[in-house]
C-alpha cells in the first residue's frame, strides 16, 4: 500500500533540528521524497507498523505533527502531478 507521510517538526528547542533529521532518515528508508517533508512510502502491513512506531518515537507531541495519507493499492491513479518531477518508481527495476 502507499502511504504519504508528511511532517512538521518544530527547531525552535535544542533538539529539534536532531528529530528533524531523524524523522527524515526513516521516512528516507521506507519511500522517496516528494516534497521537503513529504515522502511516498510503498509499505505492506508490517512495515507500515514499524514506521508509524519509529516516527512516533521522535517526535514531541506538543510541538510536532506527522500526518499519513493511505492512498491503497490503486495509488497510482490518485496521484498526480505537475511541475519538475525527481521521483521514481518505487515498485520499478532498480539499478545500482
Known amino acids: ?9 518544530s527547531t525552535i528547542d535544542e533538539e529539534g533540528p536532531g528529530r ?10 521506507y ?3 516528494v516534497q521537503y ?10 512495515q507500515w507498523t514499524v514506521l508509524k512506531q519509529k ?3 521522535q517526535i514531541e507531541t ?11 493499492a ?4 490518485r496521484i498526480e502531478h505537475v511541475g519538475l518531477e525527481k521521483s ?3 515498485e520499478g527495476p532498480l539499478i545500482v
Open 62 to 72: 506538543g510541538t510536532d505533527s506527522l500526518r499519513f495519507y493511505f492512498l491503497g
Open 55 to 57: 516516527l512516533t518515537d
Open 31 to 33: 519511500g522517496q521524497r
Open 1 to 9: 500500500m502507499m502511504v504519504l507521510v508528511s511532517y512538521d517538526v
Open 88 to 90: 521514481f518508481d518505487q
Open 37 to 46: 517533508s513529504v515522502f511516498e512510502c510503498i509499505v505492506d502491513p508490517a
Open 20 to 29: 528533524l533529521r531523524r524523522v527524515a532518515k526513516i521516512c528516507k528508508n
Open 74 to 77: 490503486n495509488w497510482k491513479n
